[in-house]
């Protein structure tokens, strides 16, 4: 097993590049394993890379990706389907939400010793228009929420989480001028239609985002299904009473949520609306009005550490 480690300069804080390369470098000084260290240079370059590095005829390559949830999507749609391609997570972002629907702590991903002696699952993934999704897709005012994330992450003291909690207070108060939902339909592989205005529309084939929001509690990420929730359209009152149970996974049966909860299982669907939707995949955003979201099942090699 060859292992390339692909490290965002920029993740986290930034800073610590040089830092996470040398200590890779000395763990590996004396092994058996062949190594390569990439820093990307800008957003999308770590997909560039994975799609041109050279994979050898039966090699199997490891790409790890050293960051955080954004770093992660772009190491694997890189090199998502590449044959001998698998990859794993060094986390050092500012958001690991990933590896918490797989189990065991970050550092348990951070020891280098936990990597090697790993092994690898074949897990699902979400073709989400053309984007590989290893955990969550999400349309709406979490989406939203995502896209102005950066603005308050690089404020000094203020961590992932953190700056997930000021986006989510920030649009919601803005949302009481401008509105929140969005008209969308939804229509399932089964035939099932769906439609209304909504706030919150999830896809999850993992089951935490945002820094420990819990849309879909029930999500496996090798059941070959996605897990869909959705949240109708509400008062900014309703929301801020809503938020705090929608975030610990409380939702499903609570009768809070009742005529504004749908809850369901689907492997691929259709969502329109008359609108741009923002679109978040893995904290990566993009607006359409048009989004096609399938399972890819077993699909995406994931070398998971040798927990204790």
């Known amino acids: 097993m060859k292992y390339v480690f692909i490290i965002n300069p920029a993740a986290g804080k930034g800073g610590k590049a040089e830092e996470t390369a040398k200590h890779i470098r000395s763990f590996f000084k004396n092994r058996k394993e062949e190594i390569s260290i990439y820093l990307s240079k800008c957003p999308g370059d770590a997909i560039r890379f994975g799609k041109e590095y050279p994979i050898a005829e039966d090699e199997e390559v490891c790409f790890v990706a050293c960051g955080g949830d954004g770093t992660f999507y772009e ?15 060094y986390p050092c972002g500012s958001g690991n939400d990933f590896i918490k629907s797989i189990g065991g702590k970050p550092e348990d991903y951070l020891d280098l010793e936990k990597l090697v002696n790993g092994s690898t699952k074949v897990l ?48 919601v108060l803005g949302g009481m001028f401008t ?14 239609v769906l439609e209304g205005k909504f706030l919150i529309s999830v896809f999850g084939n993992g089951k935490i985002y945002g820094g420990g929001y819990h849309p879909v509690p029930m999500a496996e990420l090798d059941d070959g299904i996605m897990d ?9 009152l309703k929301i801020a009473k809503l938020i705090g149970i929608y975030k610990k996974g409380e939702h499903i049966e609570n009768p809070a949520f009742n005529g504004l909860l749908t ?7 259709k969502i329109e609306s008359p609108e741009d939707m923002t679109v978040c995949v893995d ?8 989004v096609e979201v399938k399972m890819l099942p077993s699909s995406l090699p994931f070398r998971v550490p040798a927990f204790d």
């Open 75 to 89: 190491t694997v749609n890189g090199a998502f389907g590449r044959p001998g391609a698998s990859f794993a997570v």
């Open 124 to 171: 699902d993934a979400i073709d989400c228009s053309g984007r590989i999704c290893s955990n969550v897709c999400n349309i709406g005012l979490d989406s939203v929420i995502c896209d102005r994330i950066p603005k308050y992450k690089h404020i000094p003291g203020v961590s992932g989480s953190m700056a997930y909690n000021i986006s989510v207070l920030t649009t």
């Open 179 to 192: 509105g929140l939902a969005k008209p969308m339909k939804f229509t399932f592989e089964d035939g099932e």
């Open 228 to 236: 869909f929730c959705t949240i109708a359209d509400a008062s900014v």
């Open 263 to 269: 809850i369901r299982r689907c492997t691929k669907t």
């Open 283 to 290: 904290g990566e955003i993009f607006k359409s009005k048009c």
